[in-house]
């Protein structure tokens, strides 16, 4: 069975620019969450997707970005313009649906986005 | 949910049990406790979680006090791929809440 799988691996853009990360998570998870780690930071949540709805997107730190989740299976993440700020790794993580769950999210790998 | 504090860093020999701990004196009765790691450059995890009694996994066991204010993770063989950061969260499980609160961790090193 295939994991959680991330694309790009590794971005590297210049401020101002758009990046738009892309996150397939395990087939038959409704629960999709976006974290990143910034330098020198701890791991910090985004937000939480159940199936196509956000369900709390209390840690996206501004308007800045973009994420979705149209039809309910992959997402996108989308930093528009990237700040310098913004460099970093972006974990998505994938659950079973609510209730049935032992809890555990399965992450990928990251996305690590350099902006210079 | 509640706080954790975790030592910054730990070594263990290889072959040696190596036992993590992780306080949470603050927990209320229906948070878990989780255990995550993150090997370098790889994402987090899963390790294992308890309420409040003692888990074992494939990978691990958990100890949890009487009191449930503290845990310890125990990594009955550690071998060098154990090397990494480890977590201990505690949160609510159920609900609409499935965050995870990431803290510093502990960085274990499994030396030859």
């Known amino acids: 069975e295939a994991g959680v799988t991330q694309f790009p691996s590794h971005s590297v853009i210049e401020k101002g620019q758009t990046v738009t990360l892309r996150c397939d998570p395990i087939s038959g998870h409704d629960n999709l969450y976006w974290y990143r780690r910034v330098m020198g930071k701890e791991i910090k949540f985004l937000l939480h997707?159940?199936?196509?709805?956000?369900?709390?997107e209390s840690g996206m730190p501004n308007n800045r970005f973009l994420a979705e989740r149209t039809g309910g299976t992959y997402s996108t993440l989308k930093v528009q313009p990237a700040e310098l700020e913004d460099s970093g790794v972006y974990f998505c993580?994938?659950?079973?649906?609510?209730?049935?769950?032992?809890?555990?999210?399965?992450f990928g790998e990251g996305s690590r986005l350099t902006v210079l | 949910d509640a706080k954790t504090t975790q030592p910054t860093s730990m070594d263990c020999a290889e072959g040696r049990a190596a036992n993590l701990p992780c306080n949470h004196s603050?927990?209320?009765?229906?948070?878990?406790v989780y255990w995550y790691r993150q090997i370098h450059s790889q994402g987090p995890q899963y390790i294992i979680h308890g309420l409040k009694n003692n888990e074992t996994n494939e990978m691990a066991s958990l100890i949890i006090t009487e009191d449930r204010k503290s845990s310890t993770l125990i990594l009955p063989h550690a071998t060098l791929r154990d090397t990494a950061v480890y977590y201990c969260i505690v949160r609510t499980w159920g609900g609409s809440n499935y965050k995870l609160t990431f803290g510093k961790g502990t960085l274990l090193t499994v030396n030859p």
């Open positions: 997707f159940v199936k196509e709805s956000k369900q709390d």
């Open positions: 603050t927990i209320s009765g229906n948070e878990y």
């Open positions: 993580a994938s659950s079973q649906a609510q209730g049935v769950t032992t809890g555990e999210l399965f």
